[in-house]
């Protein structure tokens, strides 16, 4: 099979399309986790809000069963991928071979311990657009992904007849 070939694709149909309460309620559960991000940055006068998290709202709000949406990948893979961001900012400074190398190394280490979660990926690129102070893993990293987790479990559990998380 030659490499053009592939880039056909093998024709599978398109997914379901997921009925209007699932679009509904991923909606509303997007909506409640930005909004209390959100508005806890503006009460407590300390960023919490990370481009990243609309996309783990898309994730835990609309696909709360798969692997990529349970919290310790939402948690763990905004950690890792926020740390590595930094290590080769402050260690190899802003280049694009180094920000290239984060990424690269945040995906590795969200494979080896399990906690990948996509919309996490991008933080390194964030930390490198933004090159803030070693406190961006607290605020808005870390306590930003604890609130979005908090609200998916009250949530998820509250809306749907399965339980959320599937495992810890």
Not at 92 to 115: C, D, E, K, Q, Y
Not at 116 to 143: C, D, E, K, R, Y
Request: some cysteine; charged content about 10%; glycine content about 8%.
């Amino acid at each position: 099979m030659s490499f053009l070939s592939k880039l056909k694709g093998d024709n599978a149909p398109l997914p379901p399309k997921p009925s209007t309460k699932a679009v509904a309620l991923a909606w509303l559960g997007g909506f409640l986790a930005i909004a209390a991000v959100a508005s806890l940055n503006d009460f407590l006068s300390v960023a919490l809000v990370l481009g990243s998290f609309g996309a783990s709202c898309v994730l835990v709000f609309g696909y709360p069963d798969v692997p990529f949406s349970q919290p310790r990948n939402v948690v763990a893979g905004h950690f890792i991928s926020s740390l590595v961001g930094l290590v080769f900012l402050f260690a190899f400074g802003p280049h694009w071979w180094s920000v290239a190398l984060a990424v690269g190394t945040a995906i590795a280490l969200m494979m080896l311990t399990r906690t990948v979660h996509p919309p996490a990926g991008s933080n390194p690129v964030i930390v490198f657009l933004m090159q803030p102070s070693w406190g961006f893993l607290l605020f808005p990293t870390l306590v930003g992904a604890l609130v979005l987790v908090a609200v998916a479990l009250v949530y998820n559990n509250a809306t749907r007849d399965t339980k959320y998380p599937k495992y810890w």
